[in-house]
Structure formats: C-alpha cells, structure tokens
C-alpha cells in the first residue's frame, strides 16, 4: 500500500538556520504530493503542492520539488523564523477522491 | 466562514457513552473526510463521503463508530460505547470535484476518561 516516511524529529534549529525536513514515499501510479503544517491546538493547514514529477511547490518561503526518480518531497527553507515553529506532515494522495496517507510529522522548534 | 468548521472542539466524555461530532465542510466541495490523530502521530483515515454516499469506511477502527451525511453537506461522527483508546483529535477535511487537495477543519479533542 501507500506510504509515506518522514525523517525522525524533533528538529531545533535557530533562526535564520537552513532547513531540510526529509520526506520519501511509495506508491503505485502517479501521486499528487503535499506539505502540511499543525500549530498546537489546530488543524491542519496546507503548506504547498506538486502534483506532477518535477513540479515545485513554494509557499512563505518554504520549497519542496518532486522527484520521482528518488520518490522523494523533500521539504526546505533557506531561513527559518520562530513563528515556523510546529508540526510538518508530509502526504501523499493517490487519485481525486482518495484518502490522504501521512508521515509521523516532524516537530520544529525555532529558537530567537 | 469560508474554512471547514468542526464542533465542538474539546469533548470530555465518560466511558460507555455516547459522542457525536459535526462537520461543516467548505461550501460546495462534494468530498468529505474523516481522520483521527492520535496524540504525537500523523492522521490516520477513517471514512469518505462523495456527496452523501458513503464510498470508504475501511478505516473505521470498530462497529462502534459511525458517520454519516445524509443531505450531502453537514457530516456527523458517532462513537458509540466510547473507550479510552478512542482519545484523539478528530479531522474533517473536504475537497472540491475532481481535486486531490484537501481543507481541514481545527479538529475536536476527545478525551475519554
């Protein structure tokens, strides 16, 4: 079945820092690919997407290309902000209509 | 409002009863969601609806929970006979035809004690 693998957190970085949160997935057919962030207490909110092999998503500064030589997503920000502190979750679905499968979510902790 | 609403946002509840949760997805969209989050995991599926038919309840962990949205807009998640091992966050998300992106809702805490 569909999976989605996360690298392990907790991440602590300090801000302006560079970061990388790693995301690799399997699936059959041609998944859409997607970045979503939890602050604490809250739902989850859509960070950005790709949907096809090679696209870019960006959004607030965050970046993820899809790579599917690599069935990778990987997640990056060239300088982090204490307000990007939360939960990552990577996610893939496999049609319109389709459930979405997660990773675990890393946590990030951006420190002044 | 223009986002998914769920309510209500926290729900205590004794062992054995009853809960029902709702779900008010964004306006249009045909597909409806549930998931469950457990505490320090990712959401894990439970059901989807298109429109009002139930198309996938594979990820429903027991006959005690049910859902249900009977006119194709509100939807509502009913535990029966609530266990401890029920406590977590409980998502609704929705999407528009023929879209894969979906809208979450703030999610309701249940805590069964």
């Known amino acids: 079945g569909d999976s989605v693998t996360q690298m392990e957190g907790p991440v602590t970085l300090s801000e302006e820092a560079f970061l990388t949160i790693n995301c690799t997935y399997t699936a059959t057919g041609y998944p859409s690919l997607f970045w979503y962030v939890q602050y604490p207490g809250e739902g989850l909110q859509l960070l950005l997407k790709?949907?096809?092999?090679?696209d870019k998503g960006s959004n607030k500064g965050f970046e993820a290309t899809y790579r599917k030589e690599t069935t990778s997503f990987h997640l990056e920000k060239g300088s982090v902000q204490v307000s990007d502190s939360a939960v990552y979750f990577c996610?893939?679905?496999?049609?319109?209509?389709?459930?979405?499968?997660f990773g675990e979510g890393t946590q990030l902790t951006v420190n002044p | 409002g223009a986002g998914v609403s769920q309510s209500p946002r926290y729900k205590v509840a004794k062992r054995g009863q009853d809960v029902a949760l709702r779900c008010d997805p964004i306006?249009?969209?045909?597909?409806l969601f549930w998931y469950q989050q457990a505490l320090g995991q990712g959401p894990e599926f439970l059901t989807y609806?298109?429109?009002?038919?139930?198309?996938?309840k594979s990820g429903l962990p027991s006959d005690r929970f049910f859902a249900e949205r009977p006119e194709g807009s509100v939807s509502t998640l009913k535990i029966q006979r609530t266990q401890q091992e029920d406590s977590a966050v409980y998502l609704c998300a929705s999407s528009s035809r023929g879209q894969r992106t979906q809208y979450f809702g703030p999610g309701t805490r249940l805590l069964v004690l």
């Open positions: 996610a893939l679905s496999a049609t319109s209509g389709s459930r979405l499968t």
């Open positions: 790709a949907t096809k092999a090679d």
């Open positions: 609806f298109q429109n009002e038919a139930q198309l996938d």
């Open positions: 306006s249009g969209h045909v597909s």
